[in-house]
């Protein structure tokens, strides 16, 4: 099974996805093109 996973969050008044690529062992992550709203993406 894959240690990597995604969640989708949408930011912006217009929605728009801005992914969050983690690990679920080393609970490391990455911002795939963020957009806006860093306050949303940093809480989740």
């Known amino acids: 099974m894959s ?15 801005a992914p969050i690529i983690y690990c679920t062992e080393t609970k490391k992550c990455a911002f795939v093109d963020p957009g806006g709203d860093i306050e949303i993406l940093l809480e989740v």
């Open 3 to 17: 240690k990597i996973k995604a969640l989708i969050n949408p930011v912006t008044p217009f929605q728009q996805n």
